[in-house]
């Protein structure tokens, strides 16, 4: 520092605490003794006393303040829940086909987490705050994640929604290399309606569409199929299972598709209840307590690889996030933001996800690649451009 800056210094630090120091003293006087040379000659210490300054008040109080304001927001509770980067799970090591050859790959097949916290032990404000502060994490208010459900039960439905994909998973990928998978399910289940739609006054989330215009409906693929070629405005007579006895009639029109398209839809989102496949040998896949859909793309990805010679992903880390439907379609996510960190700090090298939301991952990757895809199909494009040998499959029922 200059001397400069060091009176300026001095200046400053005087003025907030002032050092009063009494003048040197003369010599004794009487003294035969000459007085000591001005160079040589210098006064004892100086007698400090401390001055009162009116900032220490205001640094006081807001020092009490700040600490206030943490400890409740430490306590408080807040009605929010924080979206986190999670995990990035190799495939490999969980899935398992006990009896049939297995393949390794140089690469790896990541499926990505999020890490949801306010679930079940909800945070506090300053946890949530911090939460807006990171760029890498999202909040969310707690019933638009939760939907009025307690933590336990929502994580009960989310175990409930891996295991269902983790059976999708298996069906569509052995339905690619060829084998025959029987599907059997009791109807579709509502999850959701469009607002506005004539389903959103005569469906509730929780009914069963057991059959459409008098056709039956076992697989929600079947409510779909039943739909094809009807028209915007055209009128549908549904069966519907609300744990009666029997079936209640329900007379609801369909909608345009909101995106665009030239499809009539119903304007609710349905999965089939009690879904199960036929596969013709086990597949094992343990995710642990992993829970969510999300995982469907990577474990249909994983479970090809798995079962075929060669390297699927060219010998590359790549990640990906997205549901996988039984007809092969990706379904989107949430917290593509958080998973994309989370494929960042695995290494990887691509990352897949849906369609509809590769610009929101994209922010958030750097320099990672990021692929948008609909479907099994274009997932496995992907791969292909990095050098992986998804053209080259074995597709007649094995390896």
């Given at each position: 520092m200059t001397r400069g800056g060091l009176r300026r210094l001095g200046a400053v630090w005087?003025?907030?605490?002032?050092?009063?120091?009494?003048?040197?003293?003369?010599?004794?006087?009487?003294?035969?003794?000459?007085?000591?040379?001005?160079?040589?000659?210098?006064?004892?210490?100086?007698?400090?006393r401390l001055g009162w300054h009116p900032i220490w008040s205001v640094l006081g109080v807001a020092l009490l303040l700040s600490t206030a304001v943490i400890a409740i927001g430490a306590v408080v509770r807040a009605p929010y829940v924080v979206f986190a980067p999670g995990s990035a799970i190799d495939t490999e090591p969980i899935i398992s086909t006990p009896g049939t050859e297995a393949f390794e790959d140089d690469g790896e097949v990541l499926f990505l987490t999020v890490s949801l916290r306010g679930a079940s032990q909800r945070v506090g404000y300053g946890e949530a705050a911090l939460g807006w502060l990171r760029g890498d994490e999202d909040v969310f208010p707690r019933d638009a994640i939760l939907g009025g459900q307690t933590g336990d039960e929502s994580r009960e439905q989310s175990l409930q929604e891996m295991t269902v994909s983790q059976e999708v998973a298996a069906k569509v990928a052995l339905e690619h290399l060829g084998y025959e998978v029987a599907s059997r399910g009791r109807g579709a289940v509502v999850t959701s309606t469009v607002p506005g739609s004539p389903a959103a006054t005569d469906l509730r989330p929780g009914d069963v569409i057991v059959a459409v215009d008098g056709t039956d409906i076992d697989?929600?693929?079947?409510?779909?199929?039943?739909?094809?070629?009807?028209?915007?405005?055209?009128?549908?007579?549904?069966?519907?299972?609300?744990?009666?006895?029997?079936?209640?009639?329900?007379?609801?029109?369909?909608?345009?598709d909101p995106d665009g398209s030239d499809r009539a839809l119903l304007g609710v989102s349905v999965f089939t209840r009690d879904l199960s496949f036929d596969l013709p040998f086990t597949v094992r896949?343990?995710?642990?307590?992993?829970?969510?859909?999300?995982?469907?793309?990577?474990?249909?990805?994983?479970?090809?690889?798995?079962?075929?010679?060669?390297?699927?992903?060219?010998?590359?880390?790549?990640?990906?996030?997205?549901?996988?439907?039984?007809?092969?379609?990706?379904?989107?996510?949430?917290g593509v933001a958080q998973k994309a960190?989370?494929?960042?700090?695995?290494?990887?090298?691509?990352?897949?996800?849906p369609e509809s939301e590769a610009d929101e991952a994209r922010a958030h990757a750097g320099d990672v690649t990021v692929v948008g895809v609909a479907t099994l199909d274009d997932a496995l494009e992907a791969l292909t451009d990095i050098g992986g040998n998804a053209d080259e499959l074995d597709r007649d029922g094995g390896p």
């Open positions: 005087q003025a907030l605490w002032p050092v009063h120091a009494p003048e040197p003293s003369a010599p004794p006087t009487g003294s035969s003794q000459p007085p000591p040379s001005p160079d040589l000659w210098m006064p004892g210490p100086p007698q400090v697989l929600d693929s079947q409510l779909r199929g039943e739909l094809d070629g009807r028209e915007p405005g055209d009128q549908v007579a549904l069966s519907v299972d609300r744990g009666g006895s029997e079936p209640v009639d329900v007379t609801t029109r369909l909608i345009a896949i343990d995710t642990n307590d992993v829970g969510g859909p999300s995982a469907g793309l990577a474990l249909t990805l994983g479970l090809i690889d798995h079962l075929t010679p060669g390297s699927l992903t060219g010998g590359q880390v790549i990640a990906t996030t997205g549901t996988m439907d039984p007809d092969g379609r990706v379904g989107v996510v949430g960190a989370a494929a960042i700090g695995a290494g990887a090298r691509l990352i897949l996800v």
